[in-house]
């Protein structure tokens, strides 16, 4: 096909009619479908099912150590789920704590911690005049969300294919000492799903920050959630990288087993350094009684190490897979060549980015809702919901079912046209 | 028997070298005994083993609203655990929100959420020059170690049978804006069994606080924990109390299941005015995808509904009020009438609340934990520590069996009485 940009407006003008059609008589179908989120399907869920036969009243519910799961105590986590989530994120089972049933919540609780306590000494970032951050775009709109309530000043950085722009990331970080922290997910990003190259993490873990209590926020999100067993990429683990550096306190790692498990009942855990897991413990220990051990020995049971987690995986994919494919298919049928979109194709996490032509994501997100297509609101991805060049979309194709993501996808490509066409009118 | 301080030199010298034959046989036993730890037992938590299997791989998953609990949503928590948890403590189901396994992380964030965003609008304490808390003595160290974190001022408040010194109370918050909560464990209170009267409850809900930031942290973790099925003490409902006052915004409740399911995957909650829970969700949105629902619906389907709740509470009772019993008839044999200690005897609750002779406690405590017996460090029960008579000591008798209690209450009164003769001996 050839790019729209080169039709005449004669041309565009009888596209335009004919795509309306199409669109009509999608409309008249009374649609209700969802892009909007990175939650998984049921059939996803029907795969931990058997975890809630694991445990029943005729179990040992002592862990390892011999502590009774059912009652107080243990505050870093029962050593077994220790050891399963350090496999899982790549580190030690001693650099790691075991969290309730929400990553977001841990690294909630980590900025919290730093606005009132500081990091490890440092000047509690309440008592700071201006505390900035860093923020990879397009991104996450949860940690977005978290900077945000704090009243910290977000920056925009720009991702590249290799993850953030680490010139800018490198200057920003030693020059400003209001920095202290970025959020990154370096393995298949949200929403991009990117994984940041070995010279990324390298350059991550010989940053020289002017603050001593910046953080890099490693959201380990997607580690092991590959969409392919021939095709998978490989994030250089950042923990060790910082300290062959010179480094080891630079970093936070968190993950969860919210989509490997069930989002809503699943492990949660921070793994960083030695003195970092001090700081944190002092502040857990007035805290909390300690999290839900019962629920990690589940797990634990359940998985019974790294490898049947991997395994486990791989049923995702399956089920996974095939989404992606419908929705990239679409994509790739029908926008090719129209110089109108582009898009990414990843390798596993949980979305697929669409960058539209500047000036059409909120219209194109709207034009989808028009015929029963829920899209995460355009400019989620950046901070403060504002896309500078309203061009990002998120596509998040996990949970309606591939008859579904069939339609959404043409609906979504049918919006990306109208309105691309009318964009490019305006200028004819 | 005299009292002690009745006796002679020679009497006390006599008495004492008689208490140190029978002290010295005990420690012989090499004894390792336990009474520092409001704990339950493993025969209470066996209560609830049904809960391990009332789901499992054919339950439906989904709660009365239809969502499936296995994933995302629902921030609130499902309605039927509202409900069973309201009901627990008395209030409306939409004036409560379902939270993680612990109540002091309720209570943690809660204060933490006070010192970055403020309550409702008012300034963030951590820009106040000075925050005040009152605390009602004796009391709860893990209370007063969340007040200590984060810096606020801690004020004695002493503790009379009938709640705090409301006279104190009404004075201190009236007239001093820094002060922003109370401590308050107003039903079998930690650790004395207290619970507050009509009339403290009533003053409690007429209080006039100079700081509009001002609420009164109601830690009911007692609610139904009873000891006796014929003796049991009324707590008027604070919420409504507060209402009815004009006072709605005043109060923040805090519950859990902890000591009714298992301490360490039990269901927490706070119930507030509508304004303070929408407050308290805007907070909430953003540090969390929501709480463990299956645990929620596990409990619900298990207790079914507040009278299966109370009606396990029986259970839990049958095996605590023995314990409770040992300890005190052996205090009541052994030190009634020797005028070196007082004690109350509790209607519910985990604990006994001992108050030695001014100065003794920390031996009392040292003593004690040479013939092998652990309790809780003397001054535990004050604001950073500190006990300023040195007297209060907290027995809790639910972990250890029947058997054991028997000798630890003995070790507990032989080291009373040693200590106390000692101190007795100075002044003579």
């Keep these: 096909m050839a790019a729209y940009s080169e039709l005449s407006k004669e041309e565009l003008l009888n596209l335009k009619s004919g795509l309306e059609k199409k669109f009509k008589q999608i409309q008249k179908q009374n649609l209700h479908l969802d892009m909007s989120r990175g939650k998984p399907s049921a059939a996803q869920l029907d795969l931990s099912m058997g975890m809630m036969d694991i445990l029943n009243s005729t179990s040992n519910l002592k862990c390892e150590a011999g502590v009774d799961c059912r009652n107080y105590g243990v505050l870093d986590g029962i050593p077994e789920a220790q050891e399963l989530l350090a496999d899982m994120t790549e580190v030690p089972a001693n650099q790691i704590i075991i969290y309730g049933n929400s990553s977001l919540n841990v690294m909630f609780d980590t900025v ?60 920003l970080v030693s020059e400003d000492e209001a920095i202290k922290g970025i959020w990154c997910v370096p393995k298949y990003s949200n929403p991009q799903g990117i994984t940041y190259s070995d010279e990324t993490v390298r350059r ?46 630079m970093v936070y790692k968190f993950c969860s087993t919210s989509k490997v498990s069930f ?66 298919n679409v994509l790739d049928q029908e926008l ?68 579904e993501l069939a339609i959404a996808a043409e609906i979504f490509v049918l919006s990306v046209k109208l309105v691309s066409i009318d964009k490019i009118l305006e200028s004819k």
Excluded at 267 to 291: C, D, K, W, Y
Excluded at 359 to 385: F, N
């Design 112 to 171: 919290a911690r730093s606005m009132t306590h500081g990091v490890m000494g440092s000047t509690p970032w309440c008592k700071l005049d201006k505390v900035k951050w860093l923020c990879p775009v397009p991104g996450y709109d949860r940690h977005f969300a978290i900077t945000e309530y704090f009243g910290i000043e977000m920056i925009n950085v720009p991702m590249t294919p290799d993850g953030p722009d680490m010139d800018m990331v490198e200057k």
């Design 204 to 249: 991550f873990a010989r940053l020289k920050p002017a603050a001593k209590d910046f953080r890099i926020y490693w959201d380990n999100a997607y580690g092991i959630h590959h969409l392919y067993d021939d095709k998978q990429d490989y994030l250089i683990e950042i923990l060790m990288e910082c300290k062959k550096e010179g480094n080891p306190d």
């Design 263 to 328: 989002p809503g009942s699943g492990v949660a855990a921070i793994a960083a350094s030695p003195a970092n897991l001090e700081f944190i413990r002092q502040h857990m220990r007035i805290q909390t009684i300690g999290h839900d051990k019962l629920n990690q020995l589940r797990h634990v049971r359940f998985f019974k190490d790294i490898h049947g987690m991997v395994m486990h995986m791989r049923k995702h994919a399956e089920i996974l897979r095939p989404k992606f494919e419908a929705v990239l």
């Design 336 to 403: 090719t060549g129209l110089e109108i979109g582009s898009w990414i194709r990843p390798r596993g996490g949980y979305f697929i980015s669409f960058d539209a032509l500047p000036g059409c994501a909120k219209a194109i997100v709207e034009k989808a809702k028009d015929a029963g297509l829920v899209m995460t609101p355009a400019g989620a991805t950046y901070p403060y919901g504002k896309d500078p060049q309203d061009s990002n979309i998120r596509i998040a194709p996990s949970f309606p079912t591939p008859e």
